[in-house]
């Protein structure tokens, strides 16, 4: 049975978590509770042809799985509706909230609107009408202007965005991936982890040396570094990467992020996956959610309601005042970073937010054993060996800031790229290498980033062994050329720069804003208020 897009349209409207898959329509309401990536994975991708994204996150034995859920067959090419959690228009009259919420992630109550309404393609031409910039004297307009224009920039460096062009790219990219599988790139070097396993022992080792020798600062510092290098293993298992078998590398991941990390593995997992799909969308990805700390597209400014955390990032006076000089305090904030990860990890495991039924349902209690047991070895036994309470608090300072350094890697590589919505027909390769970047390096400093810097390569194929992504980099970049997508790839401290400055640009509109909140009603005696002046002295400096 082939089903129109209008029908399409009316299942999704009657309650159903529609996906495309190459020509199935796939009704996904069975699997939304067991699905090991959670539930708002999914969320993202109803209404969507989602073959690139299910083809890259999954194995071929689970691929294999897919079809089970088919109702019906779709005609293909297939225009890509906006999911229900986005904002797309959809008719829910005799619907029940808990379904819409629970099937579809819309939060009672909340009504988001796309950035680019469906059915749009953006072009230079149809974005000046659709995103226009001006007419400053609405406070609001600081937010759209500064973003429309980041947009503008955008369309122009990427290839088209219609349907036909995008399409091809999605072809292309599914050739580049299967030159990748053929040449063996999936299979894992056991060696690489043998040496990682040395590395990370003997960090340990001085761990406990310099602990028992009463050293205590650099005690801290290699626990600190440990935990640094493990991250990087974690990551492997929560993505499959490892020894390809779902529990296995599940359970390496929870004893390395839980038991010898204090982090959740499964609240990772479920943000990790989102921020997969949504890469930089300041409404949807919680990678780049962190107010009232740290801003890094201007829509951010607008009391967003975030469909991951499913509450408002306000911009209150507290984010008012922080975010003005939020390239200043960017690397001081960083430092406490893993504190967070801490209170991120309880609350998902106490509140449940991972799956409840099928296979990943009981890492849940794994995990929480996990967390009890970091507590015990590390807050209880290594800090009751550390003689006064001044030196304990030392010590703790001192090791999580040292983590730090894993935290700077991790938003490096997106924190200074594009957040710019551009509409529901821009491909997922395409995305990936508008939002993500690489950090160049020698080859044999790869440990210290642990093959992630590699995070554009990553993107385009998470499941990829991080060992293997330097081998395929030549393959990308000569994709990226024929296609004309862009490869971003700087240093590390040209990447560090562009990130400040990134930053630094946000808070200077937070300035203006501030200005314009507080100055609105003031004229000076050229007819302009107070804010606009601003505005236009900025843009003539610029």
Not at 19 to 38: A, C, F, K, Q, S
Not at 288 to 303: D, E, K, M, T, Y
Not at 453 to 478: G, Y
Request: proline fraction near 4%.
């Amino acid at each position: 049975m082939v089903v129109s897009r209008e029908e399409v349209r009316e299942i999704i409207g009657r309650g159903n978590a529609i996906v495309i898959y190459e020509d199935h329509l796939l009704n996904l309401n069975g699997w939304l509770e067991r699905h090991p990536g959670g539930e708002k994975a999914i969320h993202h991708m109803i209404g969507r042809d989602a073959s690139d994204e299910m083809n890259a996150y999954h194995d071929p034995e689970t691929v294999k799985t897919f079809k089970r859920w088919s109702i019906g067959r779709v005609k293909l090419p297939w225009d890509n509706l906006v999911p229900p959690i986005q904002g797309g228009n959809y008719s829910f009259d005799k619907v029940d909230e808990r379904v819409i919420y629970n099937k579809l992630g819309i939060f009672p109550g909340v009504k988001l609107e796309p950035k680019v309404q469906e059915n749009i393609v953006l072009t230079e031409k149809s974005a000046s009408k659709l995103l226009p910039v001006g007419g400053v004297r609405d406070p609001k307009t600081i937010i759209e202007d500064f973003d429309n224009k980041l947009v503008y920039e955008d369309i122009k460096q990427i290839p088209s965005l219609d349907h036909d062009t995008q399409r091809n790219l999605s072809l292309q990219y599914n050739e580049l991936h299967q030159t990748i599988i053929n040449r063996g790139y999936y299979q894992c070097d056991y060696w690489q982890y043998f040496k990682e396993f040395c590395r990370i022992s003997s960090l340990f080792l001085l761990f406990v040396l310099f602990l028992r020798s009463k050293w205590y600062t650099l005690s801290a510092i290699s626990i600190g570094l440990m935990w640094q290098q493990l991250v990087f293993i974690a990551h492997d298992a929560g993505h499959i990467s490892i020894t390809h078998n779902y529990q296995i590398d599940n359970i390496i991941g929870i004893v390395i992020a839980n038991f010898i990390g204090g982090l959740s593995l499964g609240w990772w997992k479920r943000n990790h996956n989102v921020h997969h799909l949504v890469t930089n969308d300041p409404v949807h990805d919680p990678d780049i959610q962190h107010l009232p700390f740290f801003a890094v597209s201007s829509r951010l400014l607008g009391n967003v309601f975030s469909t991951y955390y499913e509450k408002y990032l306000w911009f209150d006076k507290i984010a008012q005042r922080m975010l003005q000089i939020q390239h200043k305090l960017y690397y001081p904030i960083l430092s406490f970073g893993r504190f967070n990860l801490y209170r991120l990890s309880w609350s998902h495991l106490i509140m449940g937010l991972g799956p409840r039924k099928g296979k990943a349902a009981w890492f849940r209690y794994l995990e929480l054993i996990g967390l009890c047991f970091f507590s015990y070895w590390f807050f209880y036994k290594t800090m009751s060996y550390i003689p006064t309470k001044t030196l304990r608090f030392w010590f703790l300072l001192i090791s999580h800031w040292t983590t730090m350094i894993v935290h700077v890697q991790i938003v490096l590589s997106h924190f200074a790229m594009s957040t710019s919505d551009l509409g529901s027909t821009e491909s997922f390769v395409s995305r990936q290498l508008r939002t993500t970047m690489d950090v160049d390096c020698p080859e044999w400093f790869d440990f210290f980033h642990g093959g992630l810097q590699f995070q554009a390569i990553h993107h385009l194929f998470p499941r990829l062994p991080r060992h293997n992504f330097r081998k395929v980099q030549p393959l990308v970049i000569e994709f990226c050329k024929n296609t004309g997508l862009h490869y971003s790839i700087y240093g590390f401290v040209d990447g560090n720069g562009k990130v400040v400055n990134k930053m630094a640009d946000v808070a200077s509109q937070v300035v203006i804003l501030n200005d314009c909140l507080h100055s609105i009603h003031l004229e000076n005696t050229t007819g302009k208020n107070l804010y606009e002046a601003k505005v236009e002295s900025v843009s003539i400096k610029g």
